[in-house]
Each structure stands twice: as C-alpha cells, then as structure tokens.
C-alpha cells in the first residue's frame, strides 16, 4: 500500500501562518486494530515490506485462550507546535458476536492492562455493538495530553475461552 509519512500537526483553514486562528482546526488522525480468531489472520506486507497480521487490511491481535490480548498503537510525540497528542476517544465496534467468555474487559492506558485512558469495560454487558463509554475526569485528564510514545488496549476474555468475535477498536487523536 503507498503511503506518505511526515511529522505533522496538520492545520486546516484559511489561514497560511503556523498559528491557530478562527476557523482553522486540526486534522482528526486515527489507527485500527482488530481482536479476532487465530483462523481470521492472514500475514500482510506493508509498503516498506514489514510483514504483519492482518484481517481485512488492518493490524490484527488473536485471542488466546483465557490470556489477556494486548493492541499497541503507536502514536505521534514532540510534534512542532507542542508534545504528542490528545486522544479524542476509543471506538470499539464488535463487528461479530462475541461467544464464549463471561466476562470480556477492555482497558486502554499507557501500559498494557493500565486504565489512564479507559477504565475496565465489560463488552458482554448487554448486546455491545458500539461501545459508548463514559470516560472518568482522571481519563479526559490523561487523554488531554498523551506525550507520545504508546497506547495500549487490553482485552481479557474470563471464565471460557472466545470461540467466536470479531472486535474493531479506532483509536481517534489531534497532534498538538
């Protein structure tokens, strides 16, 4: 897949200065990952040909048994117009029923099972399709300036192993 790569913020508006005026804004920038079957997977190369797996295009994790499935995104840091990012939320689509687990908890933070960004969500609650979570005043606080480097999600099925699912997660961010 081509690609074009350079270090940002991109500033959008009529304006041609660096600075942030009236109707200018930042772009909106996301990364995906799937949780999905081991069967689901296919290897991919990407553009500079590193391989890894995927399912549908898209950087792909499989369940394991009754272990914790961890998706490392790795966002920008030490932007010109200020340190990193700000996380402006974390979409989780269950695209196929998940079967098995009693309990299936998601957590984002900046280390793996770590809940800066996302406290623990339990995606078997009710009939999960889109996850519209409530972020806590210490989330929006830690999601307001992430200084770059990673954003872990974590998933953790209990009780049975997933025998089913498909789970889309969409990290949403602003460089600063």
Excluded: C, H
Aim: proline share 5%; no cysteine; aromatic share 8%.
């Amino acid at each position: 897949m081509p690609k074009t790569t350079f270090t940002g913020p991109i500033l959008a508006g009529p304006s041609k200065d660096s600075t942030q005026s009236p109707n200018q804004g930042t772009v909106v920038l996301e990364q995906q990952a799937y949780f999905v079957l081991a069967a689901d997977i296919v290897v991919a190369t990407d553009a500079d040909r590193v391989a890894y797996n995927s399912f549908k295009g898209i950087p792909a994790y499989s369940w394991n048994a009754l272990t914790a499935v961890t998706a490392t995104f790795f966002v920008p840091q030490n932007t010109l117009m200020g340190t990193g990012i700000v996380l402006r939320d974390i979409g989780v689509d269950v695209t196929t029923a998940i079967v098995g687990p009693t309990a299936l908890n998601l957590t984002a933070g900046i280390t793996a099972n770590g809940t800066d960004f996302l406290g623990t969500q339990n995606l078997m609650t009710g009939p999960v399709i889109r996850g519209a979570f409530t972020y806590s005043n210490a989330n929006l606080n830690a999601m307001a300036s992430v200084t770059g480097g990673s954003v872990f999600v974590q998933i953790t099925p209990t009780v049975a192993n997933v025998t089913a699912g498909r789970i889309l997660v969409t990290l949403r961010y602003t460089q600063q």
